[in-house]
């Protein structure tokens, strides 16, 4: 998949801010009302806002909420493990649990995108 619409972000750290590309950022996980973006060069940021607030922001690109605490950047998704929930392994080889609630709507994405990219 090409890497396309990257857009800069502001994230709000507590010694002022980080301007970041959405196409840097590989994953990102709910820490309480915080939230950790993981980007490709292994940086991790602590920013101020709880995950649901970055999946309304990060909702019209590459982003896929896949369980309750973790959002992941489709263009890093390595391979994906079936099974009752699922697990995918990230291109930084981070293991992301597939939640039994979200699973099908997850895959149902995946399956569209791909059918609009053939």
């Known amino acids: 998949m090409e890497l396309t619409q990257n857009k800069k ?7 002022g801010f980080i301007m970041c590309n ?11 009302r915080y ?9 991790e940021i ?3 806002k709880n995950l649901k607030e970055w999946e309304k922001a990060l909702d019209t690109l590459h982003f896929i909420r896949v ?15 079936g099974g009752n929930t699922g697990e995918l392994i990230m291109n930084d080889n ?10 099908k709507a997850f895959l149902d994405i995946l399956k569209t995108r791909q059918n609009d990219h053939l």
């Open 35 to 43: 939230t950790k973006f993981f980007l490709r060069d292994n940086t």
């Open 46 to 48: 602590v920013v101020s």
């Open 67 to 81: 369980h309750d605490s973790h959002l992941v950047n489709e263009l890093y998704i390595h391979e994906y493990l």
């Open 9 to 15: 972000i502001i994230l709000p750290t507590r010694k």
């Open 94 to 103: 981070t293991h992301i649990p597939v939640s039994r609630r979200r699973k």
């Open 22 to 32: 959405t196409n840097d950022i590989v994953h990102c996980k709910a820490e309480g």
